[in-house]
């Protein structure tokens, strides 16, 4: 009988506050019990050093997200103070029977240039902030009841990246305590050569490390399905493992009649491998296994087995809105599922490695992914004086080589980026670190392709930089499409970046083409509004339509995020920041959903061009008393053949989807009142309404029958708020989330679209508040606070459940004037 050595350790390691269990034998959380402090500290990494009047923090943790909001911090990094330097410590005990193992913890991230000490002991440090690290722990550490003291420094630039970027240890960590013989970090590797519908050849590599002296070993793998049944296994035996080695084994499967992984059917299988010594299980370490057929056509764009897949994708930063960076699984899980509503199927994780926790969820939730690395490479961008060219030749290659190390066992990922809109791109000698990367890249994983994002890419053209990546991507160019194809058509495309449009949830300008920008700092939701590189949606639905070579589009961005607030800013202020004259704008209004998740407008454009379900949505809101009698413009978005428009029961005739296409301008360098003087398209329904108030429904049609509508009211005088949460129960794990929506009612039930009501919010019981928002992007008021005002009607508290606290969350919340029912959610 085989037995499991490790599991009584790790529940012994429990006592000594090491949180949850992971999948693998000997990995446990490292969260819990860590400290905080701001400032440059003299002698911290000591274990003499004082600490008790230090913050407690429970990993993740971004310092910068607390505030306060100041101009002084530069809008770019949305205002909030991401630079300065800061310490985290943490003192834990080991059992005496720990000592002969060998521990190691692992950084999923921490944002940045970090330094690492143990009991004192510098183990070393970390630039790029966006990248997992490991340090082995074993000859610094002691046992027994004397305690250990982790130190970590982190040191983060201001004009380091040009988005909000956080502050901290903001990704999780762990704890490994390993035999001498077991599977290395990031230590397999598995591919499927070979993929039909009948069957799968399945190839793993194994990295095996013995840190003890020469011996042999029994390494088993199992490949196990969802229910975690054994569908095959292999077992092999090491006679020699030669003293401190490591030794890497290959082993092949034959899988009959493999379920397929795909974006409908996410379907995924385990290997299970198994360190065997003298009958004892010593490691176990799970690697996960999508069996999926992928192939690129230089003429037809991306097959996932064997049918065209249209990338319907998104361009995604890595902060999480009120939460800041924090990698937190509920909330990447929450954007992921807002995404796959509108009708994405992919994500760009722009532009840097994403975390583990979204790639784990794209691989179940069935979601493509370009994994990106950098944003910048050798040469400096615009005003990023301390990006990552700085530490480009020291680190480039150890942090593409882990980022893929990291990732490329995941099914979800179908290609690596190595750049976005990199400056040597007008290089003459660009090309050749676009094909150090490439090499890099390939090295590590022959089974997928390399892109790069191209915003310049005549110059690419040119210096023969597009000549050194698989996937040429193109960054706003839509009319450049046929000419690239016809000049190169051996290549493969894909539009990278697109769109651009700006707009702000729930605001509307009038006239709608007088403002790129307005003195509240909002940008009008009528999605016609962007900067100079940027052109709305429609555009590139017709082109990419015209240009089936081209795979599919990633729009910026599917989310709004904090920092780079454009249209807003643009004079440098070089004592105080970069675009602050246009304060308080802070946050981007890229996205097709806000800084919370609430849907803008565009949401819904995505969605009529990107799902089949039907569907009709309609804009602006309808409550505009000082505009009785003036004409409004009257939007349907709908994925229906037609969409018929009633004001007040009346009609105001029926639109055809589609009749608007000789329209579409060629040349939409400025998409402004000059070139497009009545907004029409294909894929946008316009009617001209005197604004009378009462109600607008909008009536989609397919073949003559209904299939869906939608009503919007004018609303009366705010009287009430609802609370409704997305999730009623959650778990009682001091981490999981209910992100609760606040909407101001009239009477009647309306929601009010201009509220601004102040709420103020109590929580009790077995949860608290984690944070609150509104989508506002040009307001300072806190992220972590017990109040909110709402902005368009709505409000978002996110609450957080209390560790190992089961029971009931009552939530309460005041606003003057407003009639609130409380709500109760429950922590399991």
């Given at each position: 009988?085989?037995?499991?050595?490790?599991?009584?350790?790790?529940?012994?390691?429990?006592?000594?506050?090491?949180?949850?269990?992971?999948?693998?034998?000997?990995?446990?959380?490292?969260?819990?019990?860590?400290?905080?402090?701001?400032?440059?500290?003299?002698?911290?990494?000591?274990?003499?050093?004082?600490?008790?009047?230090?913050?407690?923090?429970?990993?993740?943790?971004?310092?910068?997200?607390?505030?306060?909001?100041?101009?002084?911090?530069?809008?770019?990094?949305?205002?909030?103070?991401?630079?300065?330097?800061?310490?985290?410590?943490?003192?834990?005990?080991?059992?005496?029977?720990?000592?002969?193992?060998?521990?190691?913890?692992?950084?999923?991230?921490?944002?940045?240039?970090?330094?690492?000490?143990?009991?004192?002991?510098?183990?070393?440090?970390?630039?790029?902030?966006?990248?997992?690290?490991?340090?082995?722990?074993?000859?610094?550490?002691?046992?027994?009841?004397?305690?250990?003291?982790?130190?970590?420094?982190?040191?983060?630039?201001?004009?380091?990246?040009?988005?909000?970027?956080?502050?901290?240890?903001?990704?999780?960590?762990?704890?490994?305590?390993?035999?001498?013989?077991?599977?290395?970090?990031?230590?397999?590797?598995?591919?499927?050569?070979?993929?039909?519908?009948?069957?799968?050849?399945?190839?793993?590599?194994?990295?095996?490390?013995?840190?003890?002296?020469?011996?042999?070993?029994?390494?088993?793998?199992?490949?196990?399905?969802?229910?975690?049944?054994?569908?095959?296994?292999?077992?092999?035996?090491?006679?020699?493992?030669?003293?401190?080695?490591?030794?890497?084994?290959?082993?092949?499967?034959?899988?009959?009649?493999?379920?397929?992984?795909?974006?409908?059917?996410?379907?995924?299988?385990?290997?299970?491998?198994?360190?065997?010594?003298?009958?004892?299980?010593?490691?176990?370490?799970?690697?996960?296994?999508?069996?999926r057929h992928i192939e690129y056509k230089a003429d037809d764009g991306f097959w996932l087995n064997w049918r065209r897949v249209q990338i319907q994708g998104v361009c995604l930063h890595h902060d999480n809105g009120p939460l800041g960076a924090v990698a937190n699984h509920r909330a990447i899980e929450r954007k992921l599922q807002i995404m796959k509503d509108m009708g994405a199927n992919s994500i760009r994780t722009s532009h840097n490695p994403p975390s583990p926790e979204l790639v784990q969820l794209a691989d179940e939730m069935g979601i493509l992914l370009q994994v990106e690395s950098f944003d910048v490479w050798k040469i400096e961008k615009n005003t990023v004086v301390n990006g990552?060219?700085?530490?480009?030749?020291?680190?480039?290659?150890?942090?593409?080589?882990?980022?893929?190390?990291?990732?490329?066992?995941?099914?979800?990922?179908?290609?690596?980026?190595?750049?976005?809109?990199?400056?040597?791109?007008?290089?003459?000698?660009?090309?050749?670190?676009?094909?150090?990367?490439?090499?890099?890249?390939?090295?590590?994983?022959?089974?997928?392709?390399?892109?790069?994002?191209?915003?310049?890419?005549?110059?690419?053209?040119?210096?023969?930089?597009?000549?050194?990546?698989?996937?040429?991507?193109?960054?706003?160019?839509?009319?450049?499409?046929?000419?690239?194809?016809?000049?190169?058509?051996?290549?493969?495309?894909?539009?990278?970046?697109?769109?651009?449009?700006?707009?702000?949830?729930?605001?509307?300008?009038?006239?709608?083409?007088?403002?790129?920008?307005?003195?509240?700092?909002?940008?009008?939701?009528?999605?016609?509004?962007?900067?100079?590189?940027?052109?709305?949606?429609?555009?590139?639905?017709?082109?990419?339509?015209?240009?089936?070579?081209?795979?599919?589009?990633?729009?910026?961005?599917?989310?709004?995020?904090?920092?780079?607030?454009?249209?807003?800013?643009?004079?440098?202020?070089?004592?105080?920041?970069?675009?602050?004259?246009?304060?308080?704008?802070?946050?981007?209004?890229?996205?097709?959903?806000?800084?919370?998740?609430?849907?803008?407008?565009?949401?819904?454009?995505?969605?009529?061009?990107?799902?089949?379900?039907?569907?009709?949505?309609?804009?602006?809101?309808?409550?505009?008393?000082?505009?009785?009698?003036?004409?409004?413009?009257?939007?349907?978005?709908?994925?229906?053949?037609?969409?018929?428009?009633?004001?007040?029961?009346?009609?105001?005739?029926?639109?055809?989807?589609?009749?608007?296409?000789?329209?579409?301008?060629?040349?939409?360098?400025?998409?402004?009142?000059?070139?497009?003087?009545?907004?029409?398209?294909?894929?946008?329904?316009?009617w001209d309404v005197k604004y009378q108030p009462g109600e607008l429904k909008v009536v989609a049609y397919n073949k003559g029958k209904v299939v869906a509508e939608k009503v919007i009211k004018t609303a009366g005088e705010a009287v009430q708020a609802t609370l409704t949460p997305d999730r009623a129960e959650i778990s009682a794990d001091g981490y999981d989330l209910s992100y609760v929506t606040v909407e101001v009612q009239d009477e009647h039930g309306n929601m009010v679209p201009t509220a601004e009501n102040k709420i103020r919010f109590f929580v009790e019981g077995a949860g608290e508040i984690a944070a609150v928002g509104n989508g506002d992007s040009a307001t300072v008021e806190p992220?972590?606070?017990?109040?909110?005002?709402?902005?368009?009607?709505?409000?978002?508290?996110?609450?957080?459940?209390?560790?190992?606290?089961?029971?009931?969350?009552?939530?309460?919340?005041?606003?003057?004037?407003?009639?609130?029912?409380?709500?109760?959610?429950?922590?399991?």
């Amino acid at each position: 009988m085989i037995k499991f050595k490790g599991l009584t350790l790790l529940f012994a390691l429990t006592t000594f506050a090491f949180s949850a269990l992971s999948a693998d034998l000997n990995k446990v959380s490292f969260n819990d019990g860590w400290k905080f402090s701001k400032g440059k500290l003299v002698n911290a990494q000591k274990n003499s050093y004082d600490d008790r009047q230090w913050q407690s923090v429970t990993l993740p943790h971004d310092w910068s997200i607390e505030g306060p909001f100041d101009d002084k911090y530069n809008a770019r990094n949305g205002g909030l103070p991401v630079f300065g330097n800061g310490w985290y410590r943490k003192s834990f005990t080991l059992p005496k029977s720990v000592k002969g193992k060998h521990v190691s913890v692992t950084f999923d991230a921490a944002m940045n240039n970090s330094k690492v000490y143990i009991n004192g002991h510098l183990l070393g440090e970390r630039p790029f902030g966006y990248i997992a690290f490991e340090y082995d722990l074993t000859p610094y550490l002691t046992y027994g009841d004397k305690p250990n003291v982790i130190a970590v420094s982190l040191a983060p630039e201001n004009f380091s990246a040009r988005w909000y970027a956080g502050a901290g240890i903001y990704r999780n960590t762990w704890l490994d305590i390993n035999d001498d013989v077991h599977v290395a970090k990031w230590g397999t590797f598995v591919s499927t050569p070979k993929v039909t519908r009948q069957y799968a050849q399945v190839k793993l590599e194994t990295k095996i490390n013995n840190k003890g002296k020469a011996t042999s070993a029994q390494i088993r793998h199992i490949i196990r399905n969802s229910d975690g049944d054994i569908v095959t296994e292999s077992s092999s035996v090491v006679d020699k493992l030669k003293a401190n080695s490591q030794q890497t084994l290959t082993h092949h499967f034959n899988m009959k009649n493999p379920i397929l992984w795909d974006t409908e059917n996410p379907y995924l299988y385990q290997i299970e491998t198994l360190v065997i010594k003298n009958d004892t299980v010593v490691d176990r370490y799970t690697t996960p296994l999508g069996v999926r057929h992928i192939e690129y056509k230089a003429d037809d764009g991306f097959w996932l087995n064997w049918r065209r897949v249209q990338i319907q994708g998104v361009c995604l930063h890595h902060d999480n809105g009120p939460l800041g960076a924090v990698a937190n699984h509920r909330a990447i899980e929450r954007k992921l599922q807002i995404m796959k509503d509108m009708g994405a199927n992919s994500i760009r994780t722009s532009h840097n490695p994403p975390s583990p926790e979204l790639v784990q969820l794209a691989d179940e939730m069935g979601i493509l992914l370009q994994v990106e690395s950098f944003d910048v490479w050798k040469i400096e961008k615009n005003t990023v004086v301390n990006g990552y060219h700085k530490d480009f030749d020291q680190w480039h290659e150890r942090d593409l080589r882990d980022m893929i190390r990291q990732n490329r066992n995941s099914p979800s990922v179908i290609m690596w980026s190595t750049g976005n809109e990199i400056m040597e791109q007008g290089d003459k000698d660009g090309w050749k670190v676009a094909k150090t990367l490439s090499d890099i890249a390939r090295d590590e994983d022959p089974t997928r392709l390399v892109a790069a994002g191209f915003n310049n890419p005549n110059g690419a053209i040119k210096n023969k930089l597009a000549d050194e990546v698989d996937i040429v991507g193109l960054n706003y160019k839509p009319t450049l499409y046929d000419d690239i194809h016809k000049e190169h058509p051996s290549w493969i495309k894909l539009a990278s970046e697109t769109s651009s449009v700006t707009s702000t949830r729930g605001k509307y300008h009038f006239p709608m083409d007088k403002y790129s920008t307005h003195d509240s700092r909002y940008v009008t939701s009528y999605d016609i509004v962007g900067p100079v590189w940027a052109y709305p949606p429609d555009i590139e639905f017709e082109y990419l339509a015209r240009n089936p070579s081209v795979m599919g589009e990633y729009i910026w961005t599917g989310f709004d995020y904090l920092g780079e607030p454009t249209p807003y800013g643009g004079k440098d202020h070089s004592d105080i920041g970069y675009w602050n004259h246009d304060w308080p704008a802070r946050s981007s209004s890229f996205g097709a959903v806000d800084l919370v998740g609430f849907p803008k407008d565009r949401f819904y454009l995505y969605q009529s061009q990107w799902t089949d379900t039907p569907m009709v949505h309609v804009l602006p809101h309808w409550n505009w008393p000082t505009m009785k009698g003036q004409s409004i413009p009257v939007y349907a978005y709908t994925n229906a053949e037609e969409v018929e428009l009633f004001v007040n029961g009346k009609s105001f005739g029926k639109k055809v989807k589609g009749v608007d296409k000789a329209e579409l301008p060629i040349d939409f360098k400025r998409w402004d009142k000059e070139d497009r003087p009545d907004y029409k398209t294909p894929y946008r329904l316009r009617w001209d309404v005197k604004y009378q108030p009462g109600e607008l429904k909008v009536v989609a049609y397919n073949k003559g029958k209904v299939v869906a509508e939608k009503v919007i009211k004018t609303a009366g005088e705010a009287v009430q708020a609802t609370l409704t949460p997305d999730r009623a129960e959650i778990s009682a794990d001091g981490y999981d989330l209910s992100y609760v929506t606040v909407e101001v009612q009239d009477e009647h039930g309306n929601m009010v679209p201009t509220a601004e009501n102040k709420i103020r919010f109590f929580v009790e019981g077995a949860g608290e508040i984690a944070a609150v928002g509104n989508g506002d992007s040009a307001t300072v008021e806190p992220f972590k606070a017990d109040y909110r005002r709402a902005f368009s009607g709505k409000a978002m508290l996110i609450v957080k459940s209390i560790k190992g606290q089961k029971g009931k969350i009552n939530i309460r919340a005041y606003a003057d004037g407003l009639n609130i029912k409380p709500i109760t959610l429950q922590a399991k």
